[in-house]
Antibody, heavy 122, light 108 residues
């Protein structure tokens, strides 16, 4: 079965770039839609964006100017870069697989990584 | 952006009781609605998609209903493992996909 694992620094300095990688095992990244979602401490879930295996992306408009999501099919991975971070970006970051019922609607997330905590320090 | 509103914020019930959680969308999302369960320190787990289809391995006591702007997650007889946070998510219109703020289901 498909498993996802996030990796990357747990501490990022304010104004720098947060970089995380999600490794897909038990399946191929060369299909489906692959999302990043975050959860600030004690708060709810926020969708950051997704990448398709072709490299096409969609981002949350609230983060669009600072975010990039890339896919590397040779490594079966996809990654997140979030620039100019502040304390408000402190959160648990999840990667997830998106499934679509049909071409007219978007994705629900059926497989999630365990999450990685990223703290932004000043 | 479609705003998802869940109620109540906290629901206190006893094992064996029936739980009814609500999710309202600021505009129609048709049936493009998913429900997730999250326990402390864990990732969310998909329960329901398409408003009413149970995900693989989800027990029959958990069911979803609704369409348009009003949705309900029902747990017919609460088991100890059901006490957790629950989130709804719309995927009808994006970007962005949006989640409700969550309902905490706690033991009374």
């Amino acid at each position: 079965q498909v498993q996802l694992q996030e990796s990357g620094p747990g501490l990022v300095r304010s104004s720098e770039t947060l970089s995380l990688t999600c490794t897909v095992s038990g399946g191929s990244v060369s299909t489906y839609y692959w999302s990043w979602i975050r959860q600030p401490p004690g708060k709810g879930l926020e969708w950051i964006g997704y990448v398709y295996y072709t490299g096409s992306t969609f981002y949350n408009p609230s983060l669009k100017s600072r975010v990039a999501i890339l896919v590397d099919t040779s490594k079966n991975q996809f990654s997140l870069k979030l620039s100019s971070v502040t304390a408000a970006d402190t959160a648990v970051y999840y990667c997830a697989r998106g499934l679509r019922e049909n071409i007219l609607v978007g994705d629900y997330m059926d497989v999630w990584g365990k999450g990685t905590t990223v703290t932004v320090s000043s | 952006e479609i705003v998802m509103t869940q109620s109540p914020a906290t629901l206190s019930l006893s094992p064996g009781e029936r739980a009814t959680l609500s999710c309202r969308a600021s505009q129609s999302v048709s049936s493009s609605l998913a429900w997730y369960q999250q326990k402390p320190g864990q990732a969310p787990r998909l329960l329901i998609y398409g408003a009413s289809t149970r995900a693989t391995g989800i027990p029959a006591r958990i069911s979803g209903s609704g369409s348009g702007t009003e949705f309900t997650l029902t747990i017919s007889s609460l088991q100890s493992e059901d006490f957790a946070f629950y989130y709804c998510q719309q995927y009808h219109d994006w970007p962005p996909y949006t989640f409700g703020q969550g309902t905490k289901l706690e033991i009374k």
